[in-house]
């Protein structure tokens, strides 16, 4: 292979071919270049990128369907009209290894490609390579710009990178709005062709559709990438309903698919404040929140955010709810990673008087006795949860008032069943919470200690109590003064031994 020319070798070749077009066949030694070694490669970018960005701006590019090279070169077609349907040719080809060079191994040459790229979507934008099909129409270098995204979406290789240097353009509601409409392409694509598709594919997918975020208001739809003289209300572009309407179909097609677990989590983070809200129709998404639901673990836990919010604002009803939140609780609730998120919307969802007694004595009940075997940091956070739950139902109250309660190797509650209606804890008592105010930790047995006095109406706010660690239970401890000192002996003494009555002094001296 032929050694591809330098710097200035490269400069020569751009003058000649902007200077005349008879010159044009130095095209090809600069196509040449980007086969090259990294350096020299991003020394032919940067010409291409002059090169081609001037041809655009000068208008010899073809414009229009671009029809074969071979039908047109045997034609008896003008010079000018061969002139750039070849030129023409030789742009598709430069951008057709610009992508390519988006999965070369230097990062460099990379994020050179995709900032030429994105020039050139920028150029094509303004001086359009396909003619309106009536005045006014809105133009935009879709079939290059899909060629991007599909290139970002790499199936071999991690792009979260070069994705991080892609997000600056989202900011552009006219990138963002097409960004959407090719991930969905592109997924769809993938999907249908690949029978187990990689999961570096799905990652790159989440890492592009999580940066896309869109405006709340409509009139925040107006920075264009691709400058206009003025903006058309006919151009869908221009409507944050469109965007919505691109950003759920985006969406949706990204979640039915089969996602690992990882990436289930991933997206269920950010559901309930970076997708449902900018949804069109939010209730579509049940049917994913749901399977995470029945996971079981921590993929449930993370559901519950998205499943609140279709439960309150969207008036969705899910059968069986409150049955499965009540099998969520097991010993690893206190240990798991999403243990604060939980219990404030497990606070949210028990926080309505119209809950049956039933319900609500059987998630104290089984609170209760978790806490027997939780850490402190736990234990302060779930002793006042429990008691919130006796202030908001009185009916419950028995649970800590049964003086002539059932001993404690016959409580009826049955810990080992799955529905709260069938455990019994109505019947039983909340003798951990007596055992508790016994707990080695004095913080412990003060807070356990709160039932033994009348529960007051006012709850106890519990935000401040669930991102407690055992760190900070330290910290706390460490800060504590403690009591002054105590004087052990109230006759001061006199000499090393002491008074001469002194015991010591009577049968010991110094001599």
Request: charge should be neutral.
């Amino acid at each position: 292979m032929e050694r591809a020319p330098g710097r200035r070798a490269l400069g020569r070749l751009l003058e000649a071919v902007l200077r005349s077009r008879a010159e044009a066949n130095a095209v090809f030694d600069i196509l040449a270049a980007l086969q090259d070694e990294p350096e020299e490669v991003q020394d032919a970018v940067r010409v291409c990128s002059r090169l081609f960005g001037a041809l655009l701006e000068r208008g010899e590019l073809f414009v229009g369907q671009l029809p074969p090279e071979e039908t047109v070169m045997a034609g008896s077609r003008g010079a000018t009209r061969k002139y750039k349907v070849w030129m023409r040719h030789r742009y598709q080809s430069c951008c057709n290894r610009l992508v390519e060079l988006l999965a070369h191994p230097s990062f460099q040459v990379k994020e050179l490609a995709l900032s030429t790229l994105m020039k050139f979507v920028q150029l094509e934008g303004t001086y359009p390579l396909e003619k309106p099909k009536w005045e006014g129409n809105y133009l935009f270098p879709r079939q290059l710009f899909k060629s991007v995204v599909g290139g970002l979406l790499s199936l071999e290789e991690d792009c979260s990178l070069l994705l991080s240097q892609f997000r600056e353009y989202l900011e552009y509601d006219d990138i963002r709005y097409h960004t959407m409409q090719a991930a969905s392409d592109t997924m769809a694509r993938v999907a249908n062709g690949h029978p187990e598709v990689p999961l570096t594919f799905w990652s790159n997918a989440f890492t592009l559709l999580s940066a896309v975020s869109l405006p709340h208001q409509e009139g925040g739809v107006s920075n264009f990438y691709v400058k206009h003289a003025e903006l058309s209300d006919k151009w869908k572009v221009t409507h944050l309903k469109e965007h919505r309407r691109a950003f759920q179909l985006m969406w949706l097609g990204f979640l039915k698919n089969k996602l690992p677990l990882s990436l289930c989590k991933k997206v269920l983070v950010i559901m309930h404040d970076s997708i449902l809200p900018h949804l069109a129709q939010p209730s579509l998404t049940i049917d994913f929140l749901t399977r995470a639901y029945d996971m079981g673990g921590a993929i449930s836990l993370l559901a519950l955010n998205g499943l609140f919010i279709l439960i309150h604002k969207h008036n969705l009803e899910y059968p069986d709810f409150y049955r499965k939140l009540y099998s969520l609780l097991d010993p690893s609730i206190f240990h798991v990673k999403y243990r604060a998120r939980f219990f404030h919307l497990a606070d949210l969802f028990l926080s309505s008087s119209h809950l049956p007694a039933y319900l609500v004595a059987a998630f104290a009940k089984r609170l209760s006795r978790l806490s027997l075997t939780a850490p402190p940091e736990a234990l302060l956070m779930v002793l006042p949860f429990i008691c919130n739950l006796l202030r908001r139902h009185p009916a419950c109250r028995v649970l800590v008032h049964r003086p002539r309660g059932p001993e404690l190797d016959a409580d009826p509650y049955d810990p080992s069943e799955e529905d709260p209606a069938k455990s019994r804890a109505l019947e039983s008592s909340l003798w951990e919470l007596q055992a508790l105010q016994r707990h080695y930790h004095p913080e412990v047995s003060k807070a356990a200690s709160v039932i033994n006095q009348a529960l007051t109406v006012p709850e106890v706010s519990i935000a401040p109590l669930l991102e407690l660690t055992a760190f900070e239970i330290f910290e706390q401890d460490l800060k504590k003064k403690g009591p002054e000192a105590v004087p052990l002996e109230f006759i001061p003494a006199q000499g090393l031994l002491g008074r001469r009555d002194d015991l010591c002094a009577q049968h010991f001296t110094l001599s």
